[in-house]
């Protein structure tokens, strides 16, 4: 098999020790003669396997009681408008933090539905950082204050989870298990699977309970929280497959030291490549203020922009691959998930080093 390390936003890489354990329960999973794929997804067997899936992420994140883990479809675009449809009202209004594109997309989407108001922007300084929470302009009678925790194409990390008097919400996915958080603060989170959880076509939805049942009355059945936790993420055919792969994702993250364990290797992942930018005598450039940096999508430029089409084939030719920024912003963007060893961090940052030498 080609070495390649996959530094993909998403659908981003996954553990090789899940890939390989999927593989070898492909065609007959646990003696049942039959691939996942294949299951009644209310038969005993898949029954198990999200009972299991649930139960080690609620381990993982220790997610208190009193809320409700949903395991949907639609990805997490389709949270920006489920999440007003159900905790917002027509007449009444919800505070957002814009910074950056997934912000954005969920505050026009959200629109749609209720008033909203924007307390912070730092889009007038290309969301070079979070503004100070002293300054948002927020409403005490908001529905909800919602966050991106984690702009993925911007590289724009929250670095704190904010303190808010009003439930708070947050679109967590592409940081989600990433670090610890304490999910007691938090209303509702919701976390897109195809970055750090498993393939794409499920949503994660974690949500405080007492917040279920107050659906606007035109949310489609399908759109409602409170009907996919009444049946345990079964109204309808679940995603099986992927829950099945974020199941043996979790008690990946378990054997690598739980999430505390993958946090530390996150932090010295992003650290390898911050400092490698950093210390590149402007070769290697990027906007976002230190504090604000993403762990997960380190985004960056070359200080000569010309030479960035040559980074991103010299290093596919030396097996760094889906290094390409997004297309709305250009340069270059380092997916380093949960997945990505620092094994791949090294051999970025050596690659750095070498095309600086070059090129500089
Ligand atoms: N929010 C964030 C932070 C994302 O990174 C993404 C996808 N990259 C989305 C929302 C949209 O996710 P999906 O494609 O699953 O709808």
């Known amino acids: 098999m080609a070495k390649v390390y996959n530094f993909s936003a998403g659908p981003a890489?996954?553990?090789?020790?899940v890939l390989a354990e999927a593989q070898s329960e492909l065609l007959d999973w646990h003696g049942?003669?039959?691939?996942?794929?294949?299951m009644s997804h209310r038969g005993k067997d898949f029954m198990e396997i999200i009972h299991d899936a649930e139960h080690d992420l609620r381990t993982l994140l220790r997610i208190p009681a009193n809320y409700k883990v949903l395991f949907l479809q639609g990805g997490a675009s389709q949270q920006f408008s489920m999440v007003p449809l159900n905790l917002a009202t027509e007449s009444g209004?919800?505070?957002?933090?814009?910074?950056?594109h997934w912000s954005r997309l969920a505050i026009k989407e959200a629109r749609r539905y209720t008033r909203v108001n924007v307390v912070a922007s730092s889009e007038a300084t290309q969301f070079d950082h979070v503004p100070a929470a002293d300054t948002w302009q927020r409403d005490p009678d908001a529905a909800y204050l919602h966050y991106t925790s984690n702009e993925t194409i911007g590289g724009l990390q929250f670095p704190d989870v904010p303190e808010s008097a009003v439930p708070l919400v947050c679109d967590m996915s592409s940081d989600f298990l990433s670090k610890e958080v304490d999910i007691g603060r938090f209303g509702l989170i919701y976390a897109g699977a195809q970055k750090n959880i498993g393939p794409s076509g499920l949503v994660l939805v974690i949500v405080r309970e007492d917040l279920l049942g107050r659906a606007q009355a035109a949310t489609p059945t399908?759109?409602?929280?409170?009907?996919?936790?009444?049946?345990?993420?079964?109204?309808?055919?679940?995603?099986?497959?992927?829950?099945?792969i974020a199941g043996l994702v979790f008690k990946w993250i378990e054997r690598?030291?739980?999430v505390k364990g993958i946090e530390a290797r996150n932090s010295e992942k992003a650290g390898l490549l911050y400092h490698a930018i950093d210390s590149s005598d402007g070769f290697y450039t990027t906007h976002i203020q230190a504090p604000y940096r993403s762990r997960m999508n380190v985004v960056f430029r070359l200080g000569d922009t010309s030479l960035e089409d040559a980074f991103?084939?010299?290093?596919?030719?030396?097996?760094?691959?889906?290094?390409?920024?997004?297309?709305?912003?250009?340069?270059?963007?380092?997916?380093?998930?949960?997945?990505?060893?620092?094994?791949?961090?090294?051999?970025?940052?050596?690659?750095?080093?070498?095309?600086?030498?070059?090129?500089?």
């Not at 049942?32 to 294949?38: D, H, I, K, P, R």
């Not at 399908?222 to 829950?243: C, E, F, G, K, R």
């Open 13 to 17: 890489m996954l553990p090789h020790e």
């Open 32 to 38: 049942s003669g039959m691939s996942v794929m294949e």
């Open 93 to 100: 209004s919800i505070d957002v933090v814009n910074t950056g």
């Open 222 to 244: 399908m759109l409602n929280y409170q009907v996919h936790a009444d049946s345990d993420s079964m109204y309808n055919t679940p995603s099986t497959w992927p829950i099945y």
């Open 256 to 258: 690598q030291g739980g």
């Open 312 to 360: 991103l084939m010299e290093a596919a030719r030396n097996g760094l691959v889906q290094l390409k920024g997004h297309r709305s912003v250009g340069g270059i963007r380092a997916s380093i998930y949960n997945a990505m060893p620092i094994e791949g961090v090294k051999s970025l940052v050596n690659f750095m080093m070498d095309f600086a030498r070059q090129h500089g």
